[in-house]
């Protein structure tokens, strides 16, 4: 079993949709990522949370820490927004990162 | 904002060669780097943890003779694959945390491919 879990796996949206990734994860953890990976593989890292909730534009991620789970939603989803989304853990013990197997979202015109 | 950068971004090597690859953090002082490898359509795989001044700590599978990990300073950390083979080829990713936060910045990455 996987110490994070997300879904969904894969994701098509229309342009303009609104759009929620979530993640799930079985540790306890110091922080939380969401990373966003572009076709050809640099990765961003989009927001760390530790709790509750942060605004970037578009993009809001939400924490839970007593449900252990977070989300990830984009507002007025665009084609540029086409990327795999990746969730990943900090974990408050032992000193481990987790790593989510990633949300391919596409987002078509 | 905190900037990580690798080196090379791409490298094509034969066979047998050993590559090095850079990880520098730009304008901050990184106490410890993390490198990563993520084979096509799937997630990361952390390889080591590196702290400044002693040496790496490898991941259960990961072959410490073969990827070299060197920390000398606080804004560079190096991964060497030594003898590479083409099942080698894959995407290499570092991160650095600044001193003093949990705060993880990530590198662009490498890919190296094996011939």
């Known amino acids: 079993k996987n110490e994070v879990e997300q879904s969904p796996q894969n994701l098509t949206a229309q342009e303009g949709e609104f759009i929620t990734i979530n993640c799930s994860y079985s540790?306890?953890?110091?922080?939380l990522h969401w990373l966003q990976q572009h076709p050809g593989g640099g990765i961003v890292s989009l927001f760390m949370?530790?709790?509750g909730k942060k605004k970037h534009g578009r993009l809001i991620a939400t924490i839970n820490i007593q449900e252990k789970h977070s989300s990830l939603h984009i507002t007025a989803s665009h084609p540029r927004d086409s990327a795999v989304y990746i969730c990943?853990?900090?974990?408050?013990?032992?000193?481990?990162?987790?790593f989510g197997t990633g949300t391919s979202l596409t987002v078509i015109p | 904002g905190a900037v990580v950068s690798q080196h090379p971004s791409r490298v094509i090597c034969k066979s047998g060669t050993s590559v090095k690859i850079e990880c520098r953090s730009l304008d901050f002082q990184a106490t410890t780097m993390f490198w990563y490898r993520q084979f096509p359509k799937q997630s990361l795989m952390l390889m080591a943890t590196s702290n400044e001044g002693s040496k790496a700590t490898y991941e259960q599978g990961v072959e410490k003779d073969k990827f070299l990990i060197n920390h000398a300073s606080l804004t560079l950390s190096t991964l060497t694959v030594t003898s590479a083979h083409p099942e080698d080829s894959s995407f290499y990713i570092c991160?650095?945390?600044?001193?003093?936060?949990?705060?993880?910045?990530f590198g662009p990455g490498t890919r190296l491919t094996v011939l």
């Open positions: 991160s650095a945390v600044q001193g003093g936060t949990d705060t993880q910045y």
């Open positions: 949370l530790s709790s």
């Open positions: 990943a853990v900090w974990s408050n013990t032992g000193n481990q990162f987790y």
């Open positions: 540790v306890g953890i110091s922080a």
